[in-house]
């Protein structure tokens, strides 16, 4: 996560899955299972054949494409069961966006793109997988933020009355809830 403190947001590149399993649209869909298998990876990227990606076969697709028909997966070519077209994302694109995307397609994984060449994949679980953190760092900042109003608010004097004394004061400031006028603050400060 390459200067990740010096951005206000994560990129599709900070978590992507890379490198990318493929195979070419001719491959059996009982070798994409072996490769899905052998790479533990649950989607594998397909080729055609001058090696642009044109589709993606997920593990659903082989159990409802191949398994739930009852066809042989030796016989079924990747091209017969893939999703096309594979639905990329730019490697620079947020995480926000490539949730909603992913949201508005209905779809899990987008392919991810880099200068035209796909480098990466990345999936609704690795966005999930990250969320808690982000959802930390979000509330970790609204408190820091929070505070610095505080504390700037704290300077901040009015006129009005003092809430301790009750005299007229042009220099009333917030103590820990109280609106004291500036002898009032002295005689708190000395009682801590």
Known sequence: ????????????KDIMSSPVVTADDGTPASEVARLMEKHKVGCVIINDKSGRPIGIITERD???RVVAKNLYP????A???????LVTISSEETLSNAAR???????????????????GIIS?????AVT???????????????????EEHEGFSS???????????????EIDGSFLCEECREMRKTEL
């Open 159 to 173: 006129a009005g009355y003092c809430d301790s004394c009750g005299e007229w004061s042009d220099d009333l400031r």
């Open 74 to 77: 030796g016989e079924i070519k």
């Open 62 to 64: 082989l159990v409802v």
């Open 79 to 85: 091209e017969d069961i893939m999703s096309r077209p």
């Open 1 to 12: 996560m390459v200067a990740l403190e010096r951005r206000s947001e994560m990129l599709v």
């Open 124 to 128: 609704s679980r690795d966005i999930l």
């Open 101 to 119: 995307e992913m949201s508005r397609l209905n779809i899990r994984r987008l392919g991810v793109m880099y200068k035209g060449k796909l480098v």
């Open 132 to 150: 808690p953190e982000l959802i930390e760092i979000m509330q970790e900042k609204a408190r820091i933020e929070n505070q610095s109003i505080m």
